[in-house]
């Protein structure tokens, strides 16, 4: 199903790795059997997905999606024109947002990105978003209406895991998306999270403010050094 996603993006992820979590809680396979085979139908479809990028290229791609239901060329030009001002951080953190999650494979195959780099941020991206709804479902048990009320809100969040450094990049992906963060404290300074207050050493704590918490505004600045063409991204509370 997972595959499928990948490959047909309005079929929602949202829903089917909740579902996952919870056959696990239920006793069907054990959470890491979920976890493993969910992200490995992710690699597959995204794979794909590389692979029609690579033989079709980007007009006669347009002229397939103009054929398929619920798909827009507007959809995959947005993809490609992150992808093109991103690169491979585009297809780490594309796995964690809508329909961005599955077209950006198309492009990192047009331009024909090495499938080894392509995999393996292919596979952490996957697993990260994966992960948080896998555990949702499981946690949740009994109560899985919760994820299915809740499952507008969490897939246009993106979560971000690790220490200032880490914080910065996702922004610098986000910028310009009007997609929201979630931060997880797992770095050794994380300064940003404690100016928002956050608890550090409580992932799950942190894991519900991010879905369910108040928005907090930060403003994202970004420097262009003329000499040598750097890009630096730098956040401010205001």
């Known amino acids: 199903a997972i595959a499928l996603e990948n490959l047909f993006p309005p079929l929602p992820s949202e829903i089917v790795l909740p579902l996952a979590g919870l ?3 239920r006793g069907a396979f054990t959470l890491a ?6 992200t490995a139908g992710s690699v597959v479809g995204a794979f794909a997905l590389y692979g029609i990028g690579a033989v079709l290229g980007l007009d006669r791609l347009h002229a397939l999606v ?3 239901p619920l798909l827009h060329v507007d959809d995959v ?3 490609v024109a992150w992808f093109g001002r991103h690169g ?13 999650r599955s077209l950006i494979s198309i492009p990192a195959g047009v331009v024909r990105m090495p499938l080894w780099r392509f995999g393996l941020l292919t596979l952490a991206g996957s697993f990260v978003w994966n992960t948080v709804f896998v555990l949702s479902g499981y946690v949740l ?7 299915e ?6 897939q246009y969040v993106v979560i971000a895991a690790g220490g200032d450094g880490t914080i910065r990049a996702v922004a610098s992906a986000l910028t310009g998306t009007a997609t929201p963060m ?12 404690r100016n928002l207050d956050l608890v550090l050493d409580k992932p799950e704590w942190a894991i519900r403010i991010a879905l369910w918490g108040r928005n907090r505004d930060v403003d994202v600045g970004v420097a262009q050094i003329s000499r040598g063409g750097d890009r630096h991204v730098f956040m401010v509370m205001t």
């Open 77 to 79: 030009d947005r993809t």
């Open 141 to 147: 048990g009994a109560q899985w209406h919760i994820v």
């Open 23 to 25: 056959a696990a809680n």
């Open 66 to 68: 103009k054929r398929l």
């Open 88 to 100: 491979g951080k585009a297809v780490f953190f594309g796995r964690m947002l809508p329909i961005f």
């Open 149 to 154: 009320e809740y499952a507008g809100i969490l």
């Open 182 to 193: 979630g931060i997880i404290p797992m770095g050794t300074g994380n300064l940003l999270a």
């Open 33 to 38: 059997e979920a976890l493993f085979w969910t």
